[in-house]
C-alpha cells in the first residue's frame, strides 16, 4: 500500500517533534582498557531502506571492529539490503530486519520494536542524529552505553558533517576516544570488501563488454526526483566525454528501471546484482554519476567517483580518497572533464600513470 505524500510529511514532522530531544543529555565518558573488552554486543541502528544511506554505515562498522574488537554486532536495518551489501564484513551477528513498507506488514514491523524493547545490549549506535526512528528505538532498547550523535560544536571535526563519519566522531566524542586536538585521527573508508573472486568476475565483465585494455570510464546516468539531470544536460556530457578522451572506453552503468538519459548511445551493463555492479565498477578507472545509492557503491567498490550535486555536497558527497563532489551550478563542462582528467592520470597511491 502506497501511503500518500501528506500522511509521509507528516509522520516525518510529529515523529521530529516527539523525538527532538532525545539524546541531548548524554554525556562525555571515558573508557578503560577493562570496560572496553566488556563490550561484546553491539548494535547499530539504520532504519532506513535506501541502498546509499546502508552503505554509509559500513566506515562505523569498520570503527566499532577496530575500537571493540571483541564485540559482535547486530544491524537494524530496514528492506533487505543490508544483509547484502554487508555481506563481506566479519564481526557482524544478526540483521535485525524492519520490513519495507511498514503500512503493509503492520505486525511484522510492531514485532521488531517490541522485540527491542526486551533486548539487550552493551553498546547501541544511532548511526544518524536526523532519524527519529532511530533515536526512539535506540532510548527504548535496553544497553549499558548509548550514542544519540550529539556532538558539542567546540568537538566537531571540520568533516563530522558528513554522513559517513558523523556517527563515529558521535562514539569518539560520547567515549573520549579522540586524539587531543580532535582532528588527526582518520576515519575509515566505505568498503564492500569485495572477494578476489568477485573482483576477477567484474574484470572478466569489462573484458567481454571491451575487446580492449583501455582505461574504462563509467558513467551513471540516472538519480531520483530533482537530483536526476535532464537527458539533454547528459548528451552534451557524453558528447564531450566522447571529445576529450577518445582514447578511453566509456561505460553505462544502468539503473534498475533500466532507462538511460542518452538513450543507450553507449556500451552499457545491466544487472539486479548489487555486488555485481560493485564489482564491475571496481575495474574502471573513473566513475561520474549525480547524487544516488549508486554513486556510494561505485565509491565503496574502489573506484575514484565524482559526484554531481546541485546541493548537499558536503554531507553527501562521494568520501574519501581521490572521491569528490563538485556542484554543477557553478561550474562547467570545462571544469568537469579537468577533473576526470586528473584522476585518470593518477592511481589510488597518487602516482602519475605513464
Known amino acids: 500500500m502506497k501511503v500518500p505524500v501528506g500522511i509521509n510529511k507528516f509522520r516525518r514532522l510529529a515523529m521530529h517533534s516527539l523525538t527532538k530531544y532525545i539524546g541531548k543529555t548524554s554525556k562525555i565518558q571515558t573508557l ?80 521488531v520494536w517490541l522485540r527491542m524493547k526486551f533486548s539487550r545490549y552493551d553498546l547501541i549506535i544511532n548511526a544518524v542524529k536526523g532519524s527519529s526512528s532511530g533515536k526512539l528505538l535506540t532510548l527504548i532498547t535496553n544497553s549499558n552505553y ?40 582518520d576515519t575509515p573508508l566505505l568498503d564492500l570488501k569485495l572477494t578476489e573472486s568477485e573482483l576477477e568476475k567484474g574484470k572478466e565483465i569489462i573484458d567481454t563488454l571491451f575487446d580492449n585494455k583501455k582505461s574504462t570510464i563509467a558513467i551513471f546516468t540516472f538519480a531520483t526526483g530533482s537530483k536526476c539531470y535532464s537527458q539533454q544536460w547528459w548528451s552534451l556530457f557524453y558528447e564531450q566525454l566522447k571529445v576529450d578522451f577518445p582514447h578511453c572506453n566509456i561505460l553505462e552503468i544502468l539503473p534498475m528501471e533500466n532507462v538511460s538519459q542518452i538513450n543507450f548511445e553507449a556500451t552499457s551493463f545491466y544487472s539486479k546484482d548489487i555486488m555485481e555492479i ?11 554519476g549525480a547524487d544516488s545509492g549508486i554513486m556510494h557503491l561505485a565509491s565503496a567498490s574502489g573506484v575514484p567517483t565524482i559526484g554531481l550535486f546541485t546541493g548537499r555536497i558536503d554531507n553527501y558527497k562521494p568520501y574519501g580518497n581521490l572521491n569528490c563532489g563538485t556542484n554543477t551550478t557553478n561550474t562547467c563542462l570545462k571544469d568537469w572533464m579537468a577533473i576526470i582528467a586528473k584522476i585518470l592520470k593518477t592511481d589510488s597511491s597518487g602516482i602519475v600513470n605513464s
Open 32 to 111: 578503560n582498557s577493562v570496560q572496553i573488552e566488556s563490550i561484546k554486543k553491539v548494535l547499530v541502528v539504520r532504519p532506513n531502506h535506501r541502498l546509499g544511506n546502508m552503505l554509509l554505515t559500513m566506515p562505523l562498522l569498520q570503527e566499532i571492529s577496530l575500537r571493540f574488537p571483541n564485540a559482535r554486532t547486530d544491524i537494524l536495518a530496514k528492506g533487505g539490503l543490508a544483509p547484502i551489501v554487508l555481506k563481506n564484513y566479519e564481526g557482524l551477528n544478526e540483521f535485525i530486519l524492519l520490513p519495507r513498507r511498514p503500512f503493509d506488514e503492520l505486525f511484522k514491523y510492531g514485532m
Open 146 to 185: 548509548k550514542v544519540f550523535q550529539n556532538i558539542e560544536d567546540q568537538l566537531k571535526p571540520l568533516d563530522s558533517t558528513h554522513n559517513a563519519t558523523e556517527a563515529i566522531y558521535a562514539l569518539r566524542s560520547v567515549f573520549s576516544l579522540n586524539n587531543s586536538d580532535n582532528t588527526t585521527l
Open 278 to 288: 560493485g564489482s564491475v565498477m571496481a575495474n574502471c578507472n573513473v566513475f561520474i
